[in-house]
């Protein structure tokens, strides 16, 4: 059982920098690759960043790749997403999701276990 709580958003405006935390508990949460997603008003749930379970290995979005960059601190059970050269289309709830199968399919949403409730993040030209 993975419990997952963001923070770090708010209102930024365009080319600025955000960096959302997502803290788990559990002593399991070494154990579990980590994904952020977003979700703008009207639309789907779409695949921002995943890392492994050892921070070894990072995978983005072509949308963000290059301005975001997600890692994580084991030993502090939290997860983080940089936010960089924001742009208005990067306006979104964002979510951290647990993954203990280290999913093929990392893009898919229910492919993971566990989610956040999802901090605010929006960019205001």
């Known amino acids: 059982q993975v419990q997952l709580v963001e923070s770090g958003g708010g209102l930024v405006q365009v080319g600025g920098s955000l960096r959302l935390s997502c803290a788990a508990s559990g002593r399991t949460f070494s154990s579990y690759a980590m994904g952020w997603f977003r979700q703008a008003p009207g639309k789907e749930r779409e695949f921002a960043a995943r890392i492994s379970a050892s921070g070894g290995s990072t995978y983005y979005a072509d949308s963000v790749k290059g301005r975001f960059t997600i890692s994580r601190d084991n030993a502090k059970n939290t997860v983080y997403l940089q936010m960089n050269s924001l742009k208005p289309e990067d306006t979104a709830v964002y979510y951290c999701?647990?993954?203990?199968?280290?999913?093929?399919?990392?893009?898919?949403?229910?492919?993971?276990?566990?989610w956040g409730q999802g901090t605010q993040v929006t960019v205001s030209s």
């Open positions: 999701a647990a993954d203990r199968g280290d999913t093929v399919a990392y893009t898919i949403p229910r492919r993971y276990e566990y």
